[in-house]
């Protein structure tokens, strides 16, 4: 089974952070915008996750970051364009 991907609120302090996208420049503002914290469970470190998702935050359009936790999970906070974070998210296995 793939990584579960379930939005929460991410307490955990945000040092040594990847961050997503180049920039609020790249994101069009057309429609509402959206941000979702998020964390990861499963088999998510050591496998590439946080490059993988830096990837297609930048094919995609939205902006945020991302980190590796204590725990075993990955965190992070994905914004933009409603339509485009909720691809986003669809990429993470959220349906």
């Known amino acids: 089974m793939g990584p579960l991907l379930l939005a929460a609120v991410a ?4 040092a040594s952070l990847r961050l997503l996208g180049s920039g609020l420049a790249t994101m069009s503002t057309a429609g509402p915008l959206k941000s979702v914290d998020y964390e990861v469970f499963g088999r998510v470190q050591g496998v590439c996750f946080r490059m993988y998702t830096e990837g297609e935050a930048k094919k995609i359009g939205v902006v945020g970051w991302v980190k590796n936790t204590s725990k075993g999970t990955v965190t992070g906070q994905v914004q933009g364009p409603e339509e485009k974070v909720n691809s986003m998210l669809l990429k993470g296995g959220i349906q």
């Open 11 to 14: 307490a955990a302090p945000r």
